[in-house]
């Protein structure tokens, strides 16, 4: 692979590039136990037993996906923030690219997802039912077809988001169910690109004016609190105030950020502060509506996270060893493909296996099945993730300057 295509991440920045591998397996480990073992994820309410202790302790944040999504989105507001600051001469082309960077992979997705879905069937459907998942059983059932998948790949993933996720609330009319998604973690592009459009928005404001910015900074952020959109405006501003390549502190408030941002993610599973519900219900056109209480604590703990971990050395240093920041150039496809891997040949392997085995054996099987064929997939994957990062640098080659080796593209979370 040729260097020129796949810069290495600056060493001072290779440690944001592990955040997010470590946080596309999240993603990958909370929806292998969801299916597999939905009690570590969605313990029984009145039967206290292992996978409710684990679900109520800092353990759970070791599968927490949701909150790895939060992770995602500050994330890219802050790597964001420096690339298009180089790019603000033509912001057009900037869109274009950041479109076809999202949009390849997407759709290569959902089409990989629909020729699985052919050759499987829904196996999901049996195998949720042994296993007491309601959450296997009844996702997955998408139309199988092309013009499916390629709405699904584009328009829904890209552009409208998904009915009953986080998103853009005023779409609802044009919008889909999530379970009718070939690859139901497809919903966090369309954030993903609109939350894109806002940090260029911003950086073109700041361009022009301080003081105007730190007022489309100040009501941005009220008006997108409730959403996860809030996530951008603070991955913005803690580029903006203090970059990532800055030298970390060493005091004490960087640890506890963390630890106070996993106990904001893992509390939230099970309990939301008053005044947090209240707000998160208020009716009112000043705050955009489209977030969960639960979420919404999600939101500002991942927020918590990041900046703790911006400022924290050891932190900084543990995330910068070679092996993660390699294994993490894997995260995307991995974010991508594992859908249907765990809900066609995985469910199928279950349903082969579980007979003769039991559902607790077969189960740690599927899990570890699961992983290996997502990682395997992945690597597979990654061509297209090649073809959609050049395809997007061309874009902008076109009418602006290429950013500098090292740092841009490869930084960005966009799962």
Not at 191 to 210: H, P
Not at 245 to 272: F, N, Y
Not at 275 to 285: A, E, V
Request: hydrophobic fraction near 55%.
């Amino acid at each position: 692979m040729a260097e020129s295509q796949h810069p290495s991440p600056s060493p001072r920045l290779a440690y944001l590039e592990s955040i997010r591998g470590l946080a596309a397996m999240q993603v990958l480990l909370l929806h292998c136990f969801s299916a597999f073992a939905p009690a570590l994820v969605f313990p029984p309410a009145a039967d206290a037993n292992i996978g409710t202790a684990i679900h109520l302790s800092p353990l759970f944040f070791l599968y927490d996906g949701f909150s790895a999504v939060y992770i995602f989105f500050v994330l890219s507001g802050l790597v964001l923030t420096g690339a298009f600051a180089r790019q603000l001469a033509h912001p057009f082309a900037v869109v274009a690219g950041r479109a076809i960077r999202l949009g390849i992979p997407a759709l290569a997705a959902t089409l990989a997802a629909a020729a699985i879905m052919a050759l499987f069937g829904r196996p999901n459907v049996e195998a949720g039912r042994m296993l007491g998942s309601d959450w296997f059983a009844t996702l997955w059932h998408p139309t199988l077809s092309l013009g499916s998948a390629v709405r699904d790949g584009l328009l829904n993933a890209l552009l409208l988001g998904y009915r009953d996720m986080p998103g853009v609330a005023f779409l609802a009319p044009w919008q889909q169910s999530g379970a009718q998604s070939f690859a139901v973690p497809l919903w966090t592009l369309s954030i993903e690109f609109y939350g894109s459009l806002l940090i260029l928005g911003l950086c073109l404001i700041r361009r022009q004016s301080n003081p105007l910015w730190w007022i489309a900074m100040l009501l941005g952020a009220i008006f997108y609190v409730r959403s996860a959109y809030i996530c951008f405006f603070a991955g913005h501003l803690l580029a903006t105030l203090s970059r990532p390549d800055h030298k970390p502190t060493r005091r004490a408030w960087p640890a506890l950020a963390v630890i106070l941002g996993v106990a904001c993610c893992v509390l939230s599973e099970t309990w939301q502060p008053a005044w947090l519900h209240d707000f998160c219900r208020l009716s009112t056109p000043l705050l955009f509506p489209d977030q969960s209480t639960q979420f919404m604590q999600k939101a500002f703990g991942a927020i918590c996270i990041l900046c703790g971990v911006l400022n924290w050395p050891a932190a900084r240093v543990a995330l910068s060893k070679s092996w993660l920041v390699n294994l993490s150039r894997l995260s995307f496809p991995v974010y991508l493909v594992h859908w249907p891997i765990l809900f066609g040949p995985t469910a199928a392997f279950f349903l082969l296996i579980a007979p003769r085995l039991g559902t607790t054996v077969a189960s740690a099987l599927s899990i570890v099945l699961a992983i290996m064929l997502s990682l395997a997939a992945s690597l597979a994957f990654v061509r297209v993730d090649d073809i959609a990062l050049a395809l997007s640098r061309r874009i902008r080659k076109l009418r602006a300057a290429p950013l500098p080796s090292g740092t841009g593209d490869r930084l960005q979370p966009a799962e």
